[in-house]
């Protein structure tokens, strides 16, 4: 997904700037079209028989695994699922509260045009960023496998906080700018893998998708708020400063339920189960 998005980046850019943005967008739908096509021809339906919780041994993940499958409308009723739905709406929307206003920071503290390692510091930035934010996705999905969901998201959540305000007080720095961004992005793409792991971890992998599904909306929180909100609190106290410590408080707050009421929650339900 990095690759993927790092790639069009490049080739958006290049093409808007040679065929203008109708062609562009054009162009790159037949692609991803095709590539999307083509990747379906190596998906098969799993066998019968299959099953995830098969796929380790159960010593080998530190993290508990229901041992029955929740239909959605089960998953519905259960408050884990609305505190996972919570923290999920926080960090994706702390997340876009600073990855939709990348380029603003950048031009407001003026380092989006200074050179690092030969190429102006906001597109080194958005590249790099591009690549930890995929990287995160398999990394921490591992590192939640030995030591447990909560404590992962914990303490992802709070380095995403700490990169936060580290980022703000070195954001008039290009080469500091350029790798705090991309931690920032390092500590926030998580959210793709750790919530779903830990949804399906409670309710089972018969009805992952579906679930999942419903747990994404949070995302469109999110969306609909985080690049809004931050540009209302920056309109409204004429800096920036207000947005960096919500962000903050937001990672801060998600990672305290994590090890506080999502480990209990969940604790119970395993233990009911």
């Given at each position: 997904m990095?690759?993927?998005?790092?790639?069009?980046?490049?080739?958006?850019?290049?093409?808007t700037e040679?065929?203008?943005?109708?062609?562009?967008?054009?162009?790159?739908?037949?692609?991803?079209?095709v590539?999307?096509?083509?990747?379906?021809?190596w998906?098969?339906?799993?066998?019968?028989?299959?099953?995830?919780r098969?796929l380790?041994?159960?010593?080998?993940?530190?993290?508990?695994?229901?041992?029955?499958?929740?239909?959605p409308?089960?998953?519905?009723?259960?408050?884990?699922?609305?505190?996972?739905?919570?923290?999920?709406?926080?960090?994706?929307?702390?997340?876009?509260m600073?990855?939709?206003?990348?380029?603003?920071?950048?031009?407001?503290f003026?380092?989006a045009?200074v050179?690092?390692?030969?190429?102006?510091?906001l597109?080194?930035?958005?590249?790099?960023?591009?690549?930890?934010?995929?990287?995160t996705?398999?990394?921490f999905g591992?590192v939640?496998?030995?030591?447990?969901?909560?404590?992962?998201?914990?303490?992802?959540?709070?380095?995403?906080?700490?990169?936060?305000?580290?980022?703000f007080?070195?954001?008039?720095?290009?080469?500091l700018?350029v790798?705090?961004?991309?931690?920032?992005?390092?500590?926030?793409g998580?959210?793709f893998?750790?919530?779903?792991s830990?949804?399906?971890?409670?309710?089972?992998?018969?009805?992952?998708?579906?679930?999942?599904?419903?747990?994404?909306?949070?995302?469109g929180i999110?969306?609909?708020?985080?690049?809004?909100?931050?540009?209302?609190?920056?309109?409204?106290?004429?800096?920036?400063?207000?947005?960096?410590?919500?962000?903050?408080?937001?990672?801060?707050?998600?990672?305290?339920?994590?090890?506080?009421?999502?480990?209990?929650?969940?604790r119970?339900?395993?233990?009911?189960?």
């Open positions: 990095s690759i993927e998005k790092t790639i069009g980046r490049i080739g958006t850019f290049v093409a040679t065929n203008g943005k109708k062609h562009t967008l054009v162009v790159w739908g037949v692609i991803q079209a590539i999307g096509v083509a990747a379906a021809q998906l098969r339906l799993p066998p019968p028989d299959y099953s995830v098969n380790a041994p159960a010593a080998a993940i530190a993290t508990a695994q229901s041992k029955r499958d929740y239909s409308r089960e998953m519905l009723q259960n408050p884990i699922f609305y505190l996972l739905f919570v923290m999920m709406s926080l960090m994706s929307t702390s997340g876009l600073v990855t939709s206003n990348v380029g603003p920071f950048a031009k407001e003026g380092v045009d050179l690092v390692l030969g190429m102006a510091a597109p080194l930035s958005l590249t790099l960023s591009r690549f930890t934010n995929g990287l996705r398999p990394f591992w939640s496998d030995q030591i447990g969901r909560e404590t992962t998201m914990a303490l992802a959540f709070s380095l995403e906080a700490v990169a936060i305000l580290i980022l007080m070195f954001i008039d720095r290009p080469a700018f790798i705090l961004t991309g931690l920032v992005f390092f500590g926030w998580e959210i893998s750790l919530f779903p830990t949804l399906t971890d409670t309710f089972g992998p018969k009805f992952a998708a579906t679930n999942y599904g419903f747990l994404y909306i949070a995302q999110g969306s609909i708020f985080g690049g809004p909100v931050a540009a209302l609190l920056k309109q409204a106290t004429g800096s920036w400063t207000t947005v960096f410590i919500v962000v903050a408080a937001l990672d801060i707050l998600t990672a305290v339920l994590a090890i506080t009421a999502l480990r209990s929650l969940r119970k339900h395993f233990a009911a189960a």
